[in-house]
């Protein structure tokens, strides 16, 4: 199978969210960040640079997920913005609508919301 070049996911991991981790507030990061443990908050990366959010099957995000790339395998009660690329692994929930360039979804994966497509439209970061 082949892929875009903007489908690739960078695997440095610049900040990491262990397990036994709770955060509660917004976060906004930039190059890479893998979520263990559990987030009440908005998790967005800023405008102009385009980062990479992992969530880990025992990751909860409760607020609102904007990234150019995402992997997701856990759990996000809110709205989910991947401006480039999603990747739904088998484990991942979303309770809240999806906002996509590029979608790949494992069987498993779980949206209870809209799928909205957002093709060459910039994402609001805001």
Known sequence: MFFKKSNKIDSNIDTLIGAETRLEGNIHF????RI???VRGNVTEPMDKLSTLILS???RVEGEVTAAKIVLNGKVLGTVKA???I???PKAR???DLYYKSL???TGAVIEGRLIYIGDEAVDNG
């Open 30 to 33: 930039s190059g890479g960040l």
């Open 36 to 38: 263990d443990g559990a």
């Open 57 to 59: 099957e025992h990751g």
């Open 83 to 85: 401006s480039q690329f």
């Open 87 to 89: 990747e739904l692994q």
């Open 94 to 96: 979303i309770t809240g």
């Open 104 to 106: 790949e979804m494992h």
